[in-house]
């Protein structure tokens, strides 16, 4: 009877590992990527990424980045961050994912003010059990890809506002 306690002790320890329910340190972990305004955050945990998240106010450099090492349901990141103060609409938080299809990328974008489903959207992703159904979400690939033309103003400045040296 011990040796059958012990066998399905190590094969729930190994289903554990299989379903992304790794502690963070452990080498069969998921691998992961967060990034939240700026810094990495080593060996994130769901409980950084809730943080990250709640922490969001609307300033230039307030964001949550997370990346797993492998694409998930064909999406590599989520990305989340609120309009920048004097930009606030109303809208809620802006979402963003990348989605791989055939070897090209595309991006989507949505916006949400349910702090709720955002949470799920990033719990799901991060614990391996789904990405986001971007259905109904807004294909951003020809303004990501393309970059900024010379009549987007960047942050409010235009390309002749900047002195040459």
């Known amino acids: 009877m011990k040796r059958l306690l012990t066998a399905l002790a190590v094969l729930c320890c190994c289903l554990g590992l299989l379903c992304g329910c790794a502690q963070?340190?452990?080498?069969?972990?998921?691998?992961?990527?967060?990034?939240?305004?700026g810094q990495e955050v080593p060996g994130p945990t769901w409980r950084d990424v809730e943080k990250a998240v709640e922490g969001l106010n609307g300033g230039e450099d307030s964001y949550?980045?997370?990346?797993?090492?492998q694409p998930l349901d064909g999406v590599w990141y989520l990305s989340a961050a609120l309009p920048l103060t004097e930009y606030e609409d109303g809208l809620g938080y802006i979402v963003d994912a990348c989605l791989e299809e055939g070897g090209d990328y595309r991006y989507y974008e949505r916006r949400t003010t349910d702090r709720e489903e955002l949470l799920s959207w990033?719990?799901?992703?991060?614990?391996?059990?789904a990405a986001p159904d971007l259905a109904g979400w807004e294909d951003i690939t020809d303004w990501y890809d393309g970059g900024y033309d010379d009549n987007y103003?960047?942050?409010?400045y235009d390309d002749d506002e900047i002195a040459s040296i």
């Not at 963070?24 to 305004?37: C, I, Q, S, T």
């Not at 949550?64 to 090492?69: A, F």
């Not at 103003?153 to 409010?156: Q, R, T, V």
């Open 24 to 37: 963070a340190g452990n080498p069969f972990a998921p691998e992961r990527y967060l990034e939240v305004d």
């Open 64 to 69: 949550v980045y997370l990346e797993l090492g």
């Open 122 to 129: 990033f719990e799901d992703f991060f614990r391996g059990r």
């Open 153 to 156: 103003p960047y942050y409010g």
